[in-house]
């Protein structure tokens, strides 16, 4: 208890000195016998501009000093010349960690790259300057376009610093156990370390180091070998410290002391409290917080269909190019029916198969729904009674198994991204865009081309054409349902971005290009971004290059990077449906004890999404001597240069936001009527029917074709038009 007591208080803020090495008595983990607790340990280097001398046959000769500290007396001997090979950069062999050929990680990382470690918590011997400062050294940062600004992609020492290191304050003891790396992420530079050693201290003074096992020397771990990849190193033996150093030995030749990191590490229990209580990631919902790889996604889609089959079905739209079905959870209290007058809408998750958090966060909400909805929750009661939800969680199943297998630490921040074909899907959907825009500028839209439902070019339906199986499977689930509303669940940001994607200037990086239904859009947009928790953190840091707290955390797609045959425009322009992109968190594929904290942050934003289903106007087009409903009416906004159409019922959805419209419904064979619609700020659609009359060509038309006589007054009307066209 004693050594648990001065091991806890040397990592006080309050106490002036540390006690060096932890006690034994925390969890049994002893500093090793050789530690000059007292002393602080700067590890020696071998500098990359300084190589060792070449000899002729290609190897190097050392004379290596060794310090061999026992019993207390100091021995010096001189050891035999060494003898090794010569590449660009070396360590010393005789210090090398013996590694398994495989290693896994154990404890949970302890939040670098998730942004739980703050950049406070992050110090360093040097920078090059503040976009390398140790507050970039995090795990899969990216980097800006251009290097020197304040956002360069990792903690880089100056060059002349001789003893460089990055520093973690864990911020109360914690029991540290790997380590994992990455090299600089720059287009312009190549920078990374190739070897590193690990230093721990309780009071940031005084230090002692990880051992190798066999020589009982200071462990030297092996590090990159390229900027992207993520190398883990798991400790001999686990410390439990305060602070943690990582010491860069050597480097890339030409290149600089570059790095980005990620610490594991496991709480240590603090039984006497001193010191503050670290921040609960939890949820007070009973679900299944983990990470599904395709079997377990699919029992779990199975459970939650078993527990309530009266309002969930599931069904599959297609199969990825390995063969693993696109599933999909639909929850409604009339599951596998349109019903007159409901909306459809969608989420979709898992289109980078290596943005992990979408996949979970459907998977978890199709759990909570149907627990709420038996628990008699009138929110919830009332989503599903007024729509029918449609749960793609996993549009790109090859791809995420490839990123499940690295790991949620190892994945790196592309691996598993495109399917299984090397195609990125977010690139994959048909440019409308482009004719579209061409008709506009000729004058042709609406009354040549139409402003909406535009066809598939002829090159995108060819055999050859290079189109995936799983967004063929996409487009012709959205020819099938007349989905309204949808999201698209990413991650690796923290902003919401809406159509269009596409820059409207050709070869323009970026550009703001917005739709001719922008205010919808920023609504939608601004509603998720302003229910989600960590977007309205207001003391978080930005992820990576971008500040988008400074506009809400919303951003037109095409102004932040043109993105061609993205699924949100095609959505906006193939069909009637809505759709923007959520990037849900800085860290692609999150581990999975941050989860729970993650559910929290987006569950209320993703029921006030579905929400907004009702925003706008509603109604039935029917014909006016029959009632029956007519299929594919156009609804026309006066203002707005986009259509919608209706369902084969005759049901429409227009969003808008509040406002006075003029509004036109109009059918092939009909006479057009125009009416009066206001959206008010009350929840709920606002009821806008029509009922059409057909045109005497078109009664004519339906009489002949069922053998009919004419009526006279329908030949009297056709002998008057005959008459006014001569």
Not at 184 to 205: A, C, E, L
């Amino acid at each position: 208890m004693w050594g648990l007591l001065f091991a806890l208080a040397a990592c006080a803020p309050t106490i002036g000195l540390g006690l060096g090495a932890p006690s034994a008595s925390v969890l049994d983990l002893a500093p090793p016998a050789t530690t000059e607790a007292s002393v602080s340990t700067p590890a020696p280097r071998s500098i990359p501009a300084q190589p060792p001398v070449e000899k002729k046959n290609g190897t190097t000769g050392q004379r290596v000093r060794i310090r061999i500290i026992k019993k207390k007396k100091i021995i010096t001997r001189k050891k035999k010349k060494i003898t090794r090979p010569s590449p660009p950069v070396t360590a010393n062999a005789a210090r090398t960690l013996d590694l398994p050929k495989e290693q896994k990680p154990d404890c949970p990382p302890l939040g670098l790259e998730s942004l739980r470690v703050s950049d406070g918590q992050l110090e360093a011997s040097s920078s090059q300057s503040f976009g390398l400062g140790p507050h970039r050294g995090r795990l899969n940062i990216q980097s800006g376009l251009e290097d020197g600004d304040l956002y360069d992609g990792a903690w880089c020492a100056e060059q002349q610093d001789a003893e460089p290191w990055l520093q973690v304050d864990a911020g109360r003891p914690t029991r540290f156990s790997g380590i994992i790396t990455q090299g600089r992420n720059s287009i312009w530079r190549y920078d990374w370390v190739t070897s590193y050693k690990v230093q721990f201290s309780n009071d940031s003074r005084s230090w002692w180091g990880s051992r190798n096992r066999s020589s009982g020397m200071d462990a030297i771990f092996p590090a990159n070998s390229d900027p992207e990849t993520p190398v883990l190193n798991l400790l001999p033996e686990p410390q439990v410290a305060c602070y943690i150093r990582l010491l860069p030995q050597t480097w890339l030749e030409g290149g600089a002391s570059c790095l980005r990191a990620e610490i594991l590490a496991c709480p240590v229990s603090d039984p006497n409290g001193l010191f503050p209580e670290a921040p609960a990631l939890g949820s007070s919902d009973p679900l299944d917080f983990r990470h599904h790889d395709y079997k377990a996604m699919r029992k779990l889609m199975k459970q939650v269909n078993e527990q309530c089959p009266n309002i969930t079905r599931i069904y599959s739209i297609g199969k990825s190019h390995q063969g693993l079905k696109l599933y999909v959870m639909e929850m409604s209290d009339h599951p596998g029916e349109h019903e007159l007058g409901e909306p459809e809408v969608r989420y979709v998750a898992g289109m980078h198969g290596n943005e992990a958090l979408g996949r979970e966060l459907l998977l978890l909400l199709m759990q909570f729904l149907c627990r709420e909805f038996q628990r008699g929750n009138p929110r919830v009661t009332r989503l599903l009674t007024e729509m029918r939800l449609h749960l793609l969680p996993s549009m790109n199943p090859d791809g995420y198994e490839t990123a499940y297998r690295r790991g949620s630490e190892l994945v790196g921040w592309v691996e598993g991204r495109w399917n299984y074909q090397g195609i990125d899907l977010n690139h994959n959907f048909a440019d409308l865009n482009t004719p579209l825009w061409d008709a506009e500028d000729g004058g042709l839209v609406p009354h040549t081309v139409p402003n909406h439902h535009l066809p598939l070019p002829t090159y995108y339906t060819l055999p050859n054409a290079t189109v995936a199986p799983e967004t063929r499977a996409v487009i012709e689930w959205m020819k099938r349902i007349p989905f309204v509303l949808s999201a698209n669940l990413h991650g690796g940001e923290l902003v919401v971005s809406y159509p269009f994607d596409m820059t409207r200037t050709p070869w323009a990086a970026r550009e703001l290009t917005p739709t001719p239904d922008d205010a919808v859009f920023r609504w939608l947009s601004t509603v998720y971004a302003g229910t989600n928790r960590a977007m309205q953190d207001l003391d978080r840091r930005t992820c990576h290059n971008q500040d988008f707290s400074l506009h809400g955390n919303v951003i037109n797609g095409a102004d932040w990077h043109t993105v061609p045959g993205s699924m949100n425009d095609f959505s906006y322009l193939h069909t009637n449906c809505f759709e923007v992109t959520v990037e849900l968190s800085c860290d692609k594929f999150p581990h999975e004890n941050e989860l729970p904290q993650e559910w929290e942050n987006n569950k209320d934003a993703l029921l006030t999404y579905l929400e907004q289903v009702r925003m706008g106007i509603t109604g039935v087009v029917r014909d006016k001597d029959t009632e029956l409903g007519i299929a594919d009416a156009v609804i026309a906004v006066d203002g707005i240069n986009h259509d919608v159409t209706t369902a084969w019922g005759g049901d429409y959805w227009r969003l808008l936001t509040p406002g006075d419209y003029v509004v036109t419904a109009s059918a092939e064979g009909y006479h057009s009527v125009t009416r009066s619609c206001r959206v008010t700020f009350e929840e709920g659609p606002v009821p806008c029917n029509f009922h059409l009359t057909k045109t005497p060509k078109q009664r004519l038309r339906e009489l002949l074709a069922a053998g009919a006589k004419v009526p006279p007054d329908l030949r009297r009307r056709l002998e008057r038009l005959k008459k006014q066209k001569n």
